[in-house]
Every structure is written in structure tokens, then in C-alpha cells.
């Protein structure tokens, strides 16, 4: 999954559930998690090219739902009554009629089933994040063969304030 036009729906909640850094945080704190799993992905988003959807359950809640964007992800929180998987199923729709590719990350296993009816590739909760973990080592080697090579970089002559509203920049956070 590293194409420009490849389009990555993940429902929030259930990934969430599934990755054990998470549901530890969860907890303490879902907010923390839900911050965290944004985080990760931002990373993943910003690494891959690959444009991130974030679903997040809020069926129970009452009100008309929310879109938004942090760090260059689109966050979609559901209406209310709507389910997380009745998003990804409508969202699927909408963007498999633009001729993207529609990875689905959730392991609920009937949403799995009804995503790839809708034209999406399934990607489970171990797989994503098992992607993530690879695509940080692999960031993680490059940084480390160019500070071998002797290379100058802005990281080693910046201060971390700096670094940290660059980084901001990077993610689209003003």
C-alpha cells in the first residue's frame, strides 16, 4: 500500500480494541488512545502517502456527527444512530466510485466481509499495525545510516522546540 491514490479506512474503536498499546492506555484514558492511535497513523499516513480515514462510533451520542481534519487525517466521527461500520460501508461506496483503492482496518470480521463487497481490500488490526511497526524501522534505519554517513543534518543543529512546530507543520497542525 504505498500508491497516492490508495485510501485507508480504519475503524477507530475497534483498532483501538485490538492493539494491546492501546487498550492499555484505553483504561487510563480513551482520549489518550484515540490521540495516540491518530499519532501512529499521521506517522504511517505521512510515511506510505497513503490517505487515512479515522472512524470513530458515536452511535449512542446524540447529535449530527463531525468531520474534521488533524495532522492531514480525516477524522469522522458518526451520526447519531449511525454505526462505525454503516460509515466505512457508505464511505467505501463513495470512494471505490472514484476508482481508489479502499483498504478496510478493522477486525470485525462481518465488516471485513461487507467492505470487501463494497470493493475494499480488508487489512485486520495485526496487519496494519504490523505495517506500522515495519514502516517505523524502516525510518528508523534511514535516519540511522545518514547520521553514519556523516550527513548534516537539521535535526543534530536544531533545538527540540523547533523540531517539535516543524514537526507540527509536517502533520498539518498549524
Known sequence: MNRREDVLLVDGYNIIGAWPVLEKLKEQSLEDARDKLLDMLADYQGYTGT?????????????????????????????????????????????????????????????????????????SARELLIDISQNRKQIEQSIGQEKKGGRNTLDEQVSLDVRTKLERLRRGDE
Open 51 to 123: 490517505q487515512v480515514y479515522v472512524i470513530f462510533d458515536a452511535h449512542q451520542v446524540t447529535g449530527l456527527g463531525a468531520a474534521y481534519k488533524q495532522h492531514k487525517l480525516h477524522i469522522v466521527y458518526t451520526k447519531e444512530k449511525e454505526t462505525a461500520d454503516e460509515c466505512i460501508e457508505r464511505l467505501c461506496a463513495e470512494l471505490y466510485a472514484r476508482r481508489r483503492h479502499i483498504y478496510v482496518a478493522t477486525s470485525d470480521l462481518v465488516e471485513q466481509h461487507v467492505a470487501f463487497g463494497q470493493g475494499a481490500l480488508r487489512l
